[in-house]
């Protein structure tokens, strides 16, 4: 079953508004990490956030860990048309081999 | 951009026939892995490699086979291609410096199977 579920599924906002997505997991995790996918095209990676960071930037970037409540959030600030696309959360398991768990996505549509 | 290549990008093909993808990077990374994505489903991890000669199932191994004979190439191979495994198929690499760090994704292979 898959580990991180985003929420909300879709999201249209406009020019210069902020956007948010949540991703919930299940089991304990070492890192959680935020892709984008532009249609047609691969994954790009976006941010990194270790298991003992609660907050990290980059950019417009803004994202949070809660390992109590097994949730993570990405706040894209004054968004752009260009930010149209899916974003991913994605969980690296705290034991066993490094692989890489995604969630459904979050459709963002950021209009002019 | 990370040296990562899916061939083919596009493939359409029947029923009950063998299919091979191939996933070549230039990164000599240590982690590599095949995921497809389907609508309503995300990406779905299918095998990964942790080395050369090693690998591991995922969430949806059923029907699938990889081989991994040198670090820089892994090959997915659908034994008998059914309907069901029409989808888009990403491989990703990681772990060059630190192993439990980002992916990096190839541009994906679209496979039908008519």
Sequence with gaps: SQQGEEDPQALSIQEGENATMNCSYKTSINNLQWYRQNSGRGLVHLILIRSNEREKHSGRLRVTLDTSKKSSSLLITASRAADTASYFCATDPLEGYSTLTFGKGTMLLVSP | DAGITQSPRHKVTETGTPVTLRCH??????????????????????????????????????????????????????????????????????????????????????LTVV
């Excluded at chain 2, 299918?46 to 059923?62: A, L, N």
Aim: hydrophobic share 25%; glycine share 10%; with cysteine.
């Design chain 2, 25 to 110: 990077q230039t990164e000599n990374h240590r982690y590599m892995y095949w995921y497809r994505q389907d609508p309503g489903h995300g990406l779905r991890l299918i095998h990964y490699s942790y080395g050369v000669k090693d690998t591991d199932k995922g969430e949806v191994s059923d029907g699938y086979s990889v081989s991994r004979s040198k670090t820089e190439d892994f090959l997915l191979t659908l034994e008998s291609a059914t309907s069901s495994q029409t989808s888009v198929y990403f491989c990703a690499i990681r772990g060059q410096g630190q192993v439990r760090a980002e992916a990096f994704f190839g541009q994906g292979t679209r």
